[in-house]
């Protein structure tokens, strides 16, 4: 039987208690950043300065994360009309860049255990 760990995610930098802080787990490169991908997914009400999150029930393996700070309640990531999100969004590792999100692989890490991670908005 396969072992399950859990994530415990310390989000930093949430600007405001408005809205909520949602994760999206990923686990392959094929579904990164894709609505319709994310493996698992956890929400918790945003409140300034630092949110935590756990997200269960995970085996073994490769997962990146991307985290964004839904501060109008909508369950969506706001974007303006160049897709440049409005509100705040950041990943495991990998950084935004100038010219979009970074990829799958700057931003996986792997997990055998209980794994705890800390992001910045």
Do not use: R
């Amino acid at each position: 039987m396969f072992s399950q760990n859990s994530i415990s995610v310390h989000v930093h930098n949430v600007p405001s208690n408005k809205g909520h802080v949602n994760v999206a787990v990923y686990n392959s490169d094929d579904t990164f950043l894709s609505f319709d991908g994310v493996f698992k997914a956890g929400t918790e009400v945003a409140h300034e300065g630092i949110v935590q999150l756990v997200i269960e029930d995970l085996p073994e393996g490769e997962y990146a994360l991307a985290v964004f700070h839904d501060e109008n309640g909508n369950g969506q990531l706001d974007t303006n009309w160049l897709g440049i999100p409005k509100e705040k969004v950041a990943f495991s590792k990998g950084k935004m860049k100038t010219f979009g999100p970074p990829k799958y692989k700057e931003c996986a890490f792997q997990i055998y255990s209980d794994y705890e991670i800390n992001i910045k908005l």
